[in-house]
């Protein structure tokens, strides 16, 4: 993959930090690593969980080398490693990286990417901790899975622990203890059915396996809320609120029958009747870069742009969904500007760097990021050429460094819940469709 043309966003922080949503961006990630929170550029509302086991400094030697440096060296390792390594890159990573990356997609597209390469005795996922752990139970039992830098975890992800889930599960069950629900054919369904978005712990996807659920993408979720509601009358989706809202509004599913539940609070802080009314029980979880963008930027957009297209990803913030002209998974966001016309100006409402590769990947279109400021996921924006290259290099060297190995019994329930996502194909919903 080749260098792009634009300026890369690490190279824009570094210019202009004052520009940027924390001015730490600009400075290397090993500098930051071992203060505790999510990294520079995080929501303040991210609270970190306790206790956080953190990774070891990235040695001195790889944090003086120079961008040149790390580019051949990367280059190097490569080359010997061949066809035992695939490099994967998630679509938020940095430019300074994407372009070492053998495939690069979201991240169930990158974890059925490395599928394909079963010749790969390494798979280094470019992206965050719950991504690289999805591979680890879809891959070969031989195979490693590396995450370059330990610190990149992901905030939602981390907004739905084990713990918090289960107490939330068993209020529930015991709130229904008492319920019968049957569909049109007399058959018995299940009072609540859990789905889990992709981006959360190998844990919680486990915990959906064993208790009748599945797992969803931003592309699918549509399609695995009516697998849910066809073998349950309600769904219990974590961790992300706003990706649950959005779908099942598209869906048609009344905002009143969406209440959010707390699992600190008795009866998850409802009402008995609105437990029984509910049709989705929403998570209190967001992401940090999607939750910047606000009605006012798509306002602001289409007067300094008239005409302009705006498509957001489904994790923004209902409004600005109901504002926009489209939303989509990444893909959908790929799609939709591929499928635009030259001159055309198009708004988008998802991470800087994949704006960014789109304003460089379709130069005859005028293609900007909602928010001004710029702020890449912060988590993602942990793994760096240096953390690259250090792996490769322990590859070379015969050591795996920084692998992920998700423990056998809770990779096979997560599997059960990550098949029943398989056999759910995405299909377009209606709040993805051009309005």
Same mark, same amino acid.
């Given at each position: 993959?080749?260098?792009?043309?634009?300026?890369?966003?690490?190279?824009?922080?570094?210019?202009?930090?004052?520009?940027?949503?924390?001015?730490?961006?600009?400075?290397?990630?090993?500098?930051f690593?071992?203060?505790?929170?999510?990294?520079?550029?995080?929501?303040?509302?991210?609270?970190?969980?306790?206790?956080?086991?953190?990774?070891?400094?990235?040695?001195?030697?790889?944090?003086?080398?120079?961008e040149?440096?790390?580019?051949?060296?990367i280059?190097?390792?490569?080359?010997?490693?061949?066809?035992?390594?695939?490099?994967?890159?998630?679509?938020?990573?940095?430019?300074?990286v994407?372009?070492?990356?053998?495939?690069?997609?979201?991240?169930?597209?990158?974890?059925?990417?490395?599928?394909?390469?079963?010749?790969?005795?390494?798979?280094?996922?470019?992206?965050?901790?719950?991504?690289?752990?999805?591979?680890?139970?879809l891959?070969?039992?031989e195979?490693?899975?590396v995450?370059?830098?330990?610190?990149?975890?992901?905030?939602?992800?981390?907004?739905?622990?084990?713990?918090?889930?289960?107490?939330?599960?068993?209020?529930?069950?015991?709130?229904?203890?008492?319920e019968?629900?049957?569909?049109?054919?007399?058959?018995?369904?299940?009072?609540?059915?859990?789905?889990?978005y992709?981006?959360?712990?190998?844990a919680?996807?486990?915990?959906?396996g064993r208790?009748?659920?599945?797992?969803?993408?931003?592309?699918?979720?549509a399609?695995?809320?009516?697998?849910?509601?066809?073998?349950?009358?309600?769904?219990?989706?974590?961790?992300?609120?706003?990706?649950?809202?959005?779908?099942?509004?598209?869906?048609?599913?009344?905002?009143?029958?969406m209440?959010?539940?707390n699992?600190?609070?008795?009866?998850?802080?409802?009402?008995?009747?609105?437990l029984?009314?509910?049709?989705?029980?929403?998570?209190?979880?967001?992401?940090?870069?999607?939750?910047?963008?606000?009605?006012?930027?798509?306002?602001?957009?289409r007067?300094?742009?008239?005409?302009?297209?705006?498509?957001?990803?489904?994790?923004?913030?209902?409004? #600005? &969904?109901?504002? %926009?002209? +489209? !939303?989509g998974?990444?893909? $959908?966001?790929?799609?939709?500007? @591929? =499928?635009?016309?030259?001159?055309?100006?198009?708004?988008?409402?998802t991470?800087?760097?994949?704006?960014?590769?789109?304003?460089?990947?379709?130069?005859?279109r005028?293609?900007f990021?909602l928010?001004?400021?710029?702020?890449?996921?912060?988590?993602?924006?942990?793994i760096h050429?240096?953390?690259?290259?250090?792996?490769?290099?322990?590859?070379?060297?015969?050591?795996?460094?920084?692998?992920? #190995? &998700?423990?056998? %019994?809770? +990779? !096979?329930?997560?599997?059960? $819940?990550?098949?029943?996502?398989? @056999? =759910?194909?995405?299909?377009?919903?209606?709040h993805?469709?051009?309005?």
């Open positions: 993959m080749s260098t792009p043309t634009v300026a890369s966003v690490n190279d824009a922080v570094v210019a202009a930090p004052a520009q940027t949503c924390d001015t730490d961006l600009a400075e290397h990630p090993s500098i690593d071992l203060v505790p929170g999510y990294g520079p550029g995080a929501s303040e509302d991210d609270v970190i969980p306790d206790p956080v086991v953190r990774p070891g400094q990235l040695p001195v030697t790889y944090q003086r080398m120079s040149d440096e790390l580019h051949e060296r280059l190097a390792a490569k080359e010997t490693l061949g066809s035992r390594l695939v490099i994967l890159g998630h679509f938020y990573q940095r430019d300074e994407v372009q070492h990356a053998d495939f690069v997609g979201d991240s169930f597209q990158l974890a059925n990417a490395a599928l394909t390469r079963p010749e790969a005795e390494t798979i280094v996922f470019c992206g965050v901790h719950f991504m690289a752990e999805t591979a680890d139970i891959a070969r039992p195979q490693h899975v995450l370059p830098n330990l610190a990149a975890g992901c905030s939602m992800a981390d907004m739905a622990d084990e713990d918090s889930v289960e107490t939330a599960w068993e209020q529930l069950t015991q709130a229904y203890a008492d019968t629900v049957l569909d049109d054919d007399g058959n018995e369904l299940a009072s609540v059915i859990p789905v889990t992709m981006n959360s712990s190998a919680l996807k486990a915990f959906c208790h009748g659920g599945i797992v969803c993408t931003s592309s699918n979720a399609t695995v809320l009516e697998w849910a509601f066809e073998r349950g009358r309600r769904v219990l989706f974590f961790p992300d609120q706003h990706l649950g809202r959005n779908t099942a509004k598209a869906m048609g599913v009344p905002l009143e029958q209440p959010m539940v699992a600190r609070k008795p009866g998850l802080g409802l009402e008995r009747q609105e029984l009314d509910a049709r989705v029980l929403l998570w209190p979880g967001f992401c940090s870069v999607h939750k910047r963008f606000t009605v006012a930027q798509v306002e602001q957009a007067a300094e742009h008239p005409g302009c297209k705006v498509i957001v990803h489904p994790e923004s913030p209902m409004p #600005v &969904v109901d504002a %926009a002209d +489209a !939303s998974s990444t893909d $959908a966001i790929q799609k939709f500007v @591929a =499928a635009a016309s030259p001159g055309d100006v198009i708004a988008i409402g991470e800087i760097n994949l704006v960014n590769r789109l304003a460089a990947q379709y130069p005859d005028i293609i990021c928010d001004p400021v710029i702020c890449p996921c912060s988590t993602m924006y942990r050429p240096g953390y690259l290259a250090w792996t490769l290099d322990g590859l070379v060297e015969g050591e795996v460094r920084n692998e992920i #190995v &998700v423990p056998d %019994a809770v +990779a !096979s329930d997560a599997k059960v $819940a990550l098949e029943r996502m398989l @056999a =759910a194909l995405p299909k377009v919903a209606q993805e469709v051009d309005r």
